[in-house]
């Protein structure tokens, strides 16, 4: 029983360290023509802990999943600018 009791402690201490999955809609005013949200997409995509991105030039939007133990929102939007396309988050995916 008290190893039972060991395993199950080890397993909670292990399973709250685990990153959650998170996602960002992320404005990106700058696009203005139809090859800008490749150069967004390839600019996001270089980011660490990046696992999906969708950018929409009709809506001057990327929405960006994330490992938020990897990366942050700061992280993305300073990607975004550095490429030319300053951007700022505006609520969750949807």
């Not at 009709?58 to 700061?74: G, Q």
């Amino acid at each position: 029983m008290q190893k039972f009791a060991v395993a199950i402690a080890l397993f909670a201490l292990s399973s709250a360290s685990w990153a959650a999955s998170k996602g960002v809609t992320l404005s990106v005013p700058g696009m203005d023509c139809a090859t800008c949200p490749i150069t967004v997409k390839k600019a996001l995509s270089r980011v660490p802990g990046v696992n999906a991105i969708e950018v929409n030039f009709e809506k001057r939007e990327a929405v960006v999943t994330f490992d938020d133990s990897k990366t942050n929102i700061a992280a993305l939007t300073k990607a975004t600018e550095e490429a030319g396309y300053p951007s700022k988050a505006v609520g969750e995916p949807k």
